[in-house]
C-alpha cells in the first residue's frame, strides 16, 4: 500500500457548499471521512500548495468541525501540511474522527515537489466539474 489521498465530491449545494468524502494512506495506517466544507476552501487549498514552501508557506491546515462533545459536531477533520524544520521534508498530518466510534491519526511523508502536484490537484478539483482527486505523491488525477 502506497501513499493517498482520494476525495470524491458527492452533489449538495454547490457552488456554494461541498460534500467530499475524504480517503488518505501513508501506506500503513488509512482513515476515511465523509466532510462538508464551504466551495472556495478547496481553492485557498490550492493556492497554499501550489507553491508550498517557496511562497512562504511552511504551514497550512485544513481543519473542520470538533472532538468537544460540547461543541456537538458530528465529524472532527484535520489535515495539516508542514514544512520539517531544517530539512527539506513535508509531512501532511491526518486526524479523522467520526465523533462516535471511529478515530484515524497519522502522518503522510513527502516533499513540497509532491505537495505542488497535490495542489495542483486541488485548483483542478476547485472548479467543480470533476467528481474525484486522486494524488499518489509525485502523480495523481482529477477525474
Known amino acids: ?5 482520494h476525495i470524491v465530491r458527492q452533489p449538495y449545494e ?18 476515511q471521512l465523509e466532510i462538508y466544507d464551504n466551495a472556495d476552501q478547496l481553492k485557498r487549498i490550492a493556492e497554499a500548495l501550489e507553491g508550498f514552501s ?18 456537538n459536531f458530528a465529524f472532527y477533520f484535520k489535515c495539516e501540511f508542514s514544512l520539517l524544520n531544517h ?6 498530518g491526518i486526524r479523522v474522527n467520526n465523533n462516535r466510534n471511529s478515530l484515524s491519526e ?7 515537489s509532491e505537495l505542488n502536484k497535490l495542489g495542483q490537484l486541488f485548483r483542478e478539483f476547485s472548479k467543480l466539474e470533476k467528481e474525484t482527486l486522486t494524488w499518489y505523491g509525485f502523480s495523481g488525477e482529477v477525474k
Do not use: R
Not at 1 to 5: L, N, P, R, S, Y
Not at 14 to 31: M, Q, R, T, V, W
Not at 87 to 92: A, E, K, L, P
Open 14 to 31: 454547490e457552488p456554494y457548499h461541498i460534500n467530499l468524502i475524504f480517503e488518505a494512506s501513508n501506506g500503513e495506517s488509512k482513515g
Open 87 to 92: 530539512s527539506n521534508d513535508c509531512v501532511i
Open 106 to 112: 497519522f502522518n503522510i511523508q513527502c516533499t513540497p
Open 54 to 71: 517557496f511562497n512562504g508557506t511552511k504551514h497550512f491546515v485544513w481543519e473542520l468541525g470538533s472532538e468537544k462533545s460540547k461543541d
Open 1 to 5: 500500500m502506497e501513499k493517498i489521498i
